[in-house]
Nanobody, 115 residues
Framework: QVQLVESGGGLVQPGGSLRLSCVVS????????MRWYRQAPGKQRELVAS???????NYADSVKGRFTISRDNAKNTVYLRMSSLKPEDTAVYYC?????????WGQGTQVTVSS
């Protein structure tokens, strides 16, 4: 059974940085696409960043230049490096991985940006 486990969330001051990690286990196949979503209170879940198996990346306009997505295929792990964090980045961040055309979700990790 495919499982995704996120880590790295926490409380950070505005302007600070965090790195999220998501490990995919339970499959002999590497995920094709890996994505980070976020959901703030009272808002819909939104796509933050995505990366293909060939490391082609895409970002939401709101995080371009501040966030960097990367992956380690040998470890079936995707990362999200977040810099210059703003209060509006506060949300639960979810990892999503597509394995043989099926999408899987992690449980989410809370990121709070506050002074």
């Amino acid at each position: 059974q495919v499982q995704l486990v996120e880590s790295g969330g926490g409380l950070v001051q505005p302007g600070g940085s965090l790195r999220l990690s998501c490990v995919v286990s339970g499959s002999i196949f590497s995920p094709s696409a890996m994505r980070w979503y976020r959901q703030a209170p009272g808002k819909q879940r939104e796509l933050v960043a995505s990366i293909t198996i060939n490391s082609i990346t895409n970002y939401a306009d709101s995080v371009k230049g501040r966030f960097t997505i990367s992956r380690d295929n040998a470890k079936n792990t995707v990362y999200l490096r977040m810099s210059s964090l703003k209060p509006e980045d506060t949300a639960v961040y979810y990892c999503n991985a597509v394995v043989r055309s099926v999408g899987y979700w992690g449980q989410g990790t809370q990121v709070t940006v506050s002074s």
